[in-house]
């Protein structure tokens, strides 16, 4: 398993080749922030919103702004292609799915919008920990960088 591999992945949209060849990657050395990037957008597009939702708290906990200073170029970061078509190709489960999902990727975008998603999403479910505390982290972000 190679982190250069899963990046081709990545870099072709197929994210379950990306996922196979990136955890074990993240489980050697879950600082990797690169990784850990990689893998929220993997596991959003591929439905498995829990463990997106666990990475995500993680970096935002760790270092929200490489989060937000994602480059779309330079680091092949396919938001702003993914949230345009998002709406349309994507059923989700339920209004929470929605949300989530569209809070986390339009963090590497946009912090207001993201945060507006994931209130959102946690007055769905309003015992989650990890998304309450995420939530706050980047309330903090946006206010400290003026994002209003």
């Not at 829990?50 to 270092?63: G, R």
């Not at 949300?99 to 993201?114: E, I, P, Q, R, V």
């Amino acid at each position: 398993m190679s982190e250069m591999l899963g990046n081709q992945y990545f870099m072709a949209r197929n994210y379950v080749n990306a996922i196979r060849e990136l955890e074990p990657v993240y489980m050697k050395d879950p600082q990797n922030k690169p990784v850990r990037r990689k893998l929220i957008i993997c596991y959003v597009q591929t439905r498995i919103f829990d463990k997106a939702l666990d990475v995500f708290h993680s970096l935002v906990k760790d270092d929200v702004s490489f989060i937000t200073s994602a480059d779309s170029v330079l680091d092949d970061c396919p938001c702003d292609e993914l949230l345009g078509e998002y709406d349309e190709t994507h059923n989700f489960t339920d209004e929470y799915e929605f949300n989530l999902s569209h809070g986390m990727l339009w963090l590497y975008c946009d912090a207001n919008k993201s945060f507006k998603y994931l209130k959102k999403a946690f007055k769905m479910s309003p015992h989650n920990e990890k998304l309450k505390k995420s939530i706050k982290i980047i309330d903090k972000y946006r206010k400290s960088v003026h994002v209003h």
